[in-house]
């Protein structure tokens, strides 16, 4: 487990680290988790009673990234899934306040109907909104959605799955992937930067991919029927060990998901990876723990 310490962070302060936010009323608190990799986990209070906990990959002039976490004291635990809620008001606030807070609109989101395919899709202008504020108007059979265009919010939804963040400095293209073990075995992740090689002229050495929290090989233990999936790809033996004592397999997705998208031509020293366990953390949502659980979101906009 990573070890983590809490600051509070003044609006001075963060000119000079420099973050920039354009909200004034936020407060702010910063969580450095020490590993490979920092990370920063913004507790944010919008207003009086309104709690959101955030962390951020990317926040700079260009591109936004990041992830929302669980957080008891808020609407549902900050549940942001309207297909798995007691009340899709109290997702639609949540969704609100993330908004507010990235200073951009409810209507500048875009989410997909997951289904655990190897379906993605070139969101448009003409998607602007879809699946915001109701699940029926979602994208609909789609896991990964990408686009050129700026000032969209692309969502996606975990709960122990694994979720990729790309983008590409070159052209400004920006995407998110939502790949469980089935988008995995389907390999959703090779099959859509092999489309952006081919169909958008996109050079793999142009992206940079962050793998968000997910659940751990620790954690993730399966029967034979999905070890033989993932034996069959041929390229994941290295990320599977067998426990002879449960007589369970344990698969790394997150570092099988990293191999596709070094299969693809991406420098393995621009894929990142956040070992935050959603089983094990309390800031996670798991499905494996909870059946009932709330569900991350997972986002990436281009900054016009």
């Known amino acids: ?14 000119l000079r680290t420099g973050q920039h936010f354009k909200n004034p009323v936020c407060i702010l608190y910063r969580i450095l988790y020490f590993s490979t990799e ?16 955030v962390k951020f990959y990317e926040n700079n002039k260009h591109f ?15 549940n942001m899934a309207l297909h798995v809620c007691k009340n899709p008001d109290h997702v639609v606030e949540n969704r609100k306040m993330l908004a507010a807070f990235l200073n ?33 108007t979602a994208i609909p059979d789609t896991d990964a959605l990408y686009t050129f265009e700026p000032n969209l919010l692309l969502c996606t939804f975990t709960a122990d799955c694994v979720p990729v963040i790309f983008s590409n400095k070159v052209n400004g293209l920006v995407g998110v992937i939502h ?4 988008g995995t075995v389907k390999e959703i992740t090779l099959k ?3 489309h952006l090689k081919q169909m958008e002229g996109c050079h793999p050495g142009d992206f940079h991919v962050q793998l968000g929290a997910a659940l751990s090989q620790e954690k993730f233990e399966v029967d034979e029927d999905v070890y033989v999936k993932f034996k069959d790809l041929g390229y994941a033996d290295d990320f599977i060990y067998y426990n002879s004592q449960t007589g ?9 998901v990293k191999k596709q998208c070094e299969l693809a031509g991406i420098p393995a020293d ?21 059946k009932k659980c709330g569900r991350h979101l997972t986002f990436v906009m281009r900054k016009r």
């Open 1 to 14: 487990m990573s070890s983590l310490y809490l600051t509070r962070i003044t609006p001075s302060i963060l």
């Open 38 to 53: 920092q990370y920063l986990l913004w507790r944010i209070w919008i207003k009086k009673g309104d709690v959101m906990k």
């Open 64 to 78: 936004t990234a990041g992830m929302t976490m669980k957080d008891e004291s808020g609407l549902e635990k900050n």
């Open 104 to 136: 951009c609109r409810l209507d500048d989101f875009v989410c997909a109907h997951q289904t655990h395919s190897a379906n993605f899709h070139r969101v448009t202008l003409e998607d602007k909104g879809r699946g915001a504020g109701q699940s029926e």
């Open 179 to 182: 790949s469980g073990w089935q």
């Open 192 to 194: 859509l930067f092999k």
């Open 248 to 256: 369970k397999y344990h698969i790394d997705n997150q570092l099988t």
């Open 270 to 290: 621009q894929i990142k990876i956040d070992q935050t366990c959603t089983y094990l953390s309390p800031d996670g949502f798991s499905y494996r723990q909870n």
